[in-house]
């Protein structure tokens, strides 16, 4: 069974704060499935499928359906692959959704980062007693390990094998950025040039703190539903035709490869349950926690050649109006926003946007029927998640 | 960052990592100054981090083995948001094969480079047994 047309992604809404000292993280996990659902035209009273991912507080799902006071819910699902959580969600609502277990499916995340400080990785060790936590913990959570510098290790090792520069990686933050000056919410707007990325000052070789994502408040919902409701609502027909989801760890230490994603796999599933090719796509949203993360998802869901990626994103190519794949026209979580350390959702939003006519004029894709959402979820330079979403507007 | 910045962090302490009655025999090594590796007897192949099944073939007939932990830096990153000073995070291929995440310690950390020979050391945490950590040779 495929899940090719069998569901439509009818609500999506970015929560507009990037700071939150004053809300709770539930609540805004309820602002934003409020804000997802005023856009597709339901109530709370028409879901009957939840799906949140480690953000969600306390007991996930049930926690959460019991404070929005979700009433009709029949399938929950908390798959929890970090950041990319939200593809895999689009996936699993859309087969939950052709296999009659839902109609109507909300997709939340949300939380408050700024709120508490950054401590690279705790050791989780309690001397003199035995722990029966994750297995690798003893191993590995010891050594300060950090998105910053785990993402660093895959940069250094690219660089190293391919030649990859801190001057093209910077262009992905400059194509951010030039996206990002039009969002009015955006965290950073100001735009930069890729000697002002290169000088910007090192935090885990070979990644400058501009090659880093935001830190942001906030979060964001989607609302999945069955063809019957999406042409029932008066909102433009986002269908999804593909989706594609694999993780990728060290896999007992043999023939490690930090210089590729799981998007090796999780792409062509995709594109294979869709019948398109990466070559197809009008606009693509890549997940982007530091600007190694898009160079290497670009190349391994075949926008272009193993290690070729620094060629590919330079002199602008992923500027809308400009080069040939516009990518992350809201700024991202580059500039725009990374809500609690998780990008996923923010990925498909903008993607919806696209595909709807809805982003900013500036930098609004013409003719935009076909699009890509991607996104990574846990750390490349160790265990990580891949989910591919595949989008196409109905006319 | 200037030269001072990139010495190697003493300050940084490394916490007690989290033993289970898995890796028991790992940490009880480690007290010993011996660094143990698992191979599995079914299909021949060393692992890391060690499991009781092998992770290849899923045989349950693993075995530990004491390496000499030496081998070459497959990748690294100095990271220098810290607030004890510049600690360097990577990942060493040992001789037997396996990659191995670990830190690099005892060393200019501004001349670390990829394929640079290491071998491994023990560093002392707080309050639990020591880890593996390596040096260039």
């Known amino acids: 069974m495929s899940i090719k047309g069998k569901a439509y992604i009818m609500g999506a809404y970015e929560h507009p704060t990037r700071d939150a000292p004053d809300k709770s993280t539930p609540q805004l996990h309820a602002e934003c499935a409020k804000g997802a659902l005023a856009d597709a035209g339901l109530t709370k009273d028409d879901i009957d499928g939840y799906f949140c991912a480690g953000d969600a507080p306390g007991f996930g799902g049930m926690s959460m359906v019991d404070y929005m006071g979700l009433k009709n819910v029949r399938h929950m699902d908390s798959t929890e692959t970090g950041g990319s959580s939200y593809l895999l969600h689009v996936g699993h609502a859309a087969q939950a959704i052709a296999a009659g277990k839902c109609t109507v499916a909300l997709i939340t995340l949300a939380g408050r980062p700024r709120q508490n400080k950054f401590f690279p990785g705790g050791g989780g060790g309690r001397p003199g007693q035995l722990t029966d936590g994750a297995p690798e913990a003893g191993f590995e959570n010891i050594y300060g390990g950090s998105t910053h510098n785990t993402?660093?290790?895959?940069?250094?090792?690219?660089?190293?094998?391919?030649?990859?520069?801190?001057?093209?990686?910077?262009w992905i933050k400059v194509a951010a950025s030039h996206h990002a000056q039009y969002n009015e919410h955006a965290f950073l707007k100001d735009v930069v040039t890729v000697e002002q990325v290169v000088n910007s000052r090192m935090i885990a070789d070979p990644l400058h703190l501009l090659d880093c994502c935001v830190v942001t408040d906030g979060g964001g919902a989607l609302i999945v539903t069955s063809p019957e409701v999406a042409k029932s609502l008066k909102r433009p027909l986002v269908k999804v035709i593909g989706a594609g989801e694999a993780p990728k760890g060290p896999r007992g230490g043999k023939d490690l490869d930090l210089t590729h994603s799981g998007?090796?796999?999780s792409g062509p599933i995709a594109f294979e349950e869709a019948g398109v090719t990466p070559q197809d796509m009008k606009y693509a949203s890549i997940y982007d926690s530091f600007t190694i993360t898009v160079l290497m998802q670009l190349e391994d869901l075949g926008f272009c050649k193993k290690g070729e990626g620094g060629k590919f994103v330079s002199d602008g190519n992923l500027i809308s109006g400009v080069g040939k794949l516009p990518f992350n026209t809201d700024g991202g979580g580059l500039c725009n926003n990374h809500p609690t350390n998780r990008g996923g959702i923010t990925k498909v939003i903008e993607a919806v946007r696209q595909l709807r006519g809805e982003a900013h004029p500036k930098v609004q894709v013409p003719n935009c029927d076909l699009a890509l959402a991607h996104g990574t979820g846990g750390s490349l330079g160790t265990r990580h998640g891949a989910g591919t979403v595949i989008m196409e507007r109905e006319a | 960052m200037s030269q001072a910045q990139d010495k190697p962090a003493e300050g940084r302490k490394i916490p007690a990592p989290a033993v289970t009655i898995e890796s028991k025999p790992f940490w009880d090594a480690a007290e010993q100054g011996k660094f143990l590796i698992k191979r599995c007897n079914a299909c021949n192949e060393p692992h890391w981090y060690p499991r009781a099944l092998c992770p290849f073939c899923f045989s349950d007939d693993t075995v530990w083995e004491e390496s000499p932990g030496e081998g070459v830096i497959y990748t690294y990153s100095t990271m220098h948001r810290s607030p004890t000073g510049p600690y360097a995070i990577g990942y060493v291929t040992l001789n037997e094969g396996p990659a191995v995440l670990t830190n690099f310690v005892?060393?200019?950390?501004?001349?670390l480079a990829i394929g640079q020979k290491v071998k491994v050391k023990f560093q002392a945490t707080e309050g639990g047994p020591p880890v593996p950590v390596f040096s260039p040779v």
Do not use: V
Not at chain 1, 152 to 170: D, F, I, N, P, V
Not at chain 2, 106 to 111: I, Y
């Open chain 1, 151 to 170: 993402y660093g290790m895959c940069a250094m090792r690219h660089m190293y094998e391919y030649g990859t520069t801190s001057e093209q990686l910077a």
């Open chain 1, 263 to 265: 998007a090796l796999w």
């Open chain 2, 106 to 111: 005892d060393c200019d950390l501004s001349k």
